[in-house]
């Protein structure tokens, strides 16, 4: 068995049962194996970084070459973390997987990476992704596709590709990601692993290479929802250096719950029927029949404009990402192409070079959105539907506490198989870019398997719903036992 392979068993598979292996654990389990003595971070550490220079799925895009010696009475204890490619790191290669922006190193840090190494997670390694984070499937990286661990011949989603494939590989103990249209939540599912999008506003985004700045939002991919919880505690908080962070209104608490006793659950029709296939629809209706043997009640409610989402969303993030990458010009960052000339055949000449096609794609839809004459017709009306499908969810959860459906239309497919289709590409996120357009948090777990590959399953919630969110994903995890499945595959 190759060594990846023997990663994923430790961590999907039964586990050998030797508790001085860091990988045996989820990082909530080493940080008390820290705090009881059992492990240091230094062991920690070092197993971590041997895994990850064994990587063979292409998930890191640099890792760190020496253990920065955390501090055991941390909170997060020494945990290190892998942290996706669009993170700013000071003096680190940070080029959010473009040619462009090959070889540079940013002067600062992102807050988010800040915070979590102030509070014991260091870095381990960035990883792979779709250039720009567009993308969902990795193969839009400038520096190769990523294997997906359960078939080396699929995709691990996008655009946190590399995040979600190097924690369910088990060559990073967690990982951060972000989420503009579903790069958190559909990578997660893809990969049987947790991945949580937050209420929009609450971690800071300043540091991001920016996509599409109203959507974006970084968020943890973790093997558990206790993990997703423990990272996320340490992620969220308000940043004068970034005006739309407004932070969490209370602390993120780690859940307990057992049952979902009391707990409304919401089915929109709209994101359970067209398209979802017949597996991902069995593993959500098992999980339906789950909620309510935990003493949650199910109940449809409609989301009428979701429909619209997909449509709205390929106006909107395209028209702000073109005012976004406008900075990138061959001057300021990275790239230069060695043009002769004057400044505009420099600028075309970098362009050219540095940006791959489907961002060259999204830079003329959205430049096109923008353009005066078109502005009300497509963006003006693609903001007036983001607010109907705002609406919609605002009047769901006057019904119902929590949202439930499937992440993906789809398991994993198979790499190449939607390359030359964007529509089809674009069709992936369908269940997760209404939350987005909502500024909503949601969370994907492992809701078991079809044809031996892992389906997510979703729950959303109203704005700054976090901890309702993971108690009611904890008791959910725990009734699925996605482990038992999983090591059950054969
Ligand atoms: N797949 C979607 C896109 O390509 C969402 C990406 C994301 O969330 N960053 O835009």
Redesign the pocket.
């Known amino acids: 068995m190759s060594a990846a392979a023997d990663a994923f068993a430790a961590v999907f598979g039964p586990r050998s049962g030797d508790p001085s292996r860091a990988v045996e654990h989820t990082a909530a389990e080493l940080v008390a194996a820290v705090g009881a003595g059992t492990l240091s971070p230094a062991e920690i550490w070092s197993e971590y970084a041997t895994l990850a220079a064994g990587d063979e799925l292409n998930a890191y895009l640099w890792r760190a070459a020496e253990d920065p010696g955390a501090d055991a009475a941390a909170p997060l204890a020494g945990v290190p973390l892998a942290v996706k490619d669009l993170f700013c790191t000071e003096g680190v290669p940070s080029a959010a997987a473009s040619r462009i922006l090959e070889g540079y190193r940013p002067p600062y840090t992102a807050t988010v990476v800040e915070r979590l190494a102030a509070a014991g997670a260091p870095m381990l390694g960035k990883t792979n992704m779709?250039e720009f984070?567009?993308?969902?499937s990795n193969e839009n990286s400038a520096f190769g596709a990523v294997a997906n661990p359960w078939d080396r011949e699929r995709v691990p989603g996008?655009?946190s590709g590399g995040s979600a494939a190097a924690v369910a590989g088990g060559i990073a103990p967690w990982a951060i990601g972000?989420?503009?249209?579903?790069?958190?939540r559909?990578p997660a599912a893809l990969c049987g692993i947790v991945g949580l999008k937050p209420t929009y506003g609450t971690v800071s985004r300043y540091g991001m290479i920016a996509?599409a700045s109203s959507?974006?939002q970084a968020g943890p991919l973790t093997r558990d929802v206790t993990d997703a919880a423990l990272l996320l505690r340490h992620m969220v908080g308000g940043d004068a250096c970034d005006s739309t962070s407004t932070g969490h209104p209370g602390e993120i608490e780690l859940p307990t719950a057992e049952r979902l006793d009391g707990v409304r659950f919401g089915v929109p029709p709209e994101l359970t029927g067209d398209g979802v296939e017949p597996g991902v629809r069995a593993v959500f209706e098992a999980a339906l029949a789950r909620i309510e043997e935990l003493g949650g009640s199910v109940t449809e409610v409609p989301l009428p404009h979701s429909g619209h989402a997909i449509s709205a969303?390929y106006v909107l993030?395209p028209a702000e990402a073109s005012a976004n990458l406008a900075r990138f010009d061959g001057v300021r960052y990275g790239r230069r192409a060695a043009a002769d000339g004057d400044l505009l055949s420099l600028y075309e000449q970098t362009r050219e070079e540095g940006f791959g096609p489907e961002v060259k794609r999204r830079i003329m839809l959205g430049t096109y959105a923008l353009s005066s004459g078109y502005y009300d017709a497509y963006y003006g009306r693609a903001q007036r539907v983001r607010t109907k499908i705002a609406e919609d969810f605002a009047a769901a959860f006057d019904q119902v506490d929590l949202i439930v459906c499937p992440t993906s239309p789809t398991v994993a497919f198979k790499l190449g198989e939607r390359t030359a289709d964007p529509l089809a590409?674009?069709l992936?996120?369908v269940l997760t870019?209404p939350m987005?357009l909502a500024g909503i948090p949601a969370i994907s777990i492992p809701g078991g398997l079809a044809d031996g590959l892992p389906v997510g399953i979703q729950l959303a919630g109203p704005a700054f719903a976090e901890n309702r969110i993971l108690d009611a994903a904890l008791a959910l995890e725990r009734a699925i036992d996605f482990r038992s499945q999983a090591a059950a595959r054969g």
């Open positions: 779709d984070a567009m993308g969902s996008g655009s972000t989420d503009t249209g579903g790069s958190i559909q996509f959507l974006d969303y993030a590409m674009y992936s996120d870019v987005s």
